[in-house]
């Protein structure tokens, strides 16, 4: 599976979804999450993230690992979303802010 990592907090683009074949991403107020059970691996949304947010499970580091539990879980009480939408105004000011967690919303 596919992983929505820190980076997509506050940032939440939202171009992955435009892109993915399985609708496999899940809103909550400031970061998306992926189903890992209905990700297909197929590497589309990597390229369309403007934070590069989305990592392969098996190429986490460290510092990613826990983002794998928190997809899974989050993904399976947030809605799904399968349209692009504005990103937050201040998205772009976020964007490389480290160290994000403590801001994650759910
Ligand atoms: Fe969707 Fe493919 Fe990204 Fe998985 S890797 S979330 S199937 S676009
Ligand atoms: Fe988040 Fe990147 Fe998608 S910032 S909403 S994973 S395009």
């Known amino acids: 599976t596919f992983v929505v990592t820190d980076n997509c907090i506050n940032c939440k683009y939202t171009d992955c979804v435009a892109v993915c ?17 209905i990700c297909i691996d197929c590497a589309l949304c990597v390229p369309e993230c403007p934070a590069d ?4 499970d098996t190429h986490l580091t460290d510092a990613q690992k826990p983002y794998l539990a928190i997809n899974e879980e ?13 990103p937050p105004e201040d998205a772009d000011v976020w964007n490389g802010v480290p160290d994000k967690l403590a801001l994650l919303e759910h």
Do not use: R
């Open 74 to 86: 989050l993904a399976a009480k947030w809605p799904n979303i399968i349209e692009l939408k504005a």
């Open 21 to 37: 074949p399985v609708d496999a991403f899940f809103e909550g107020p400031n970061f998306l999450a992926i189903d890992p059970a």
């Open 53 to 56: 947010a989305i990592v392969q």
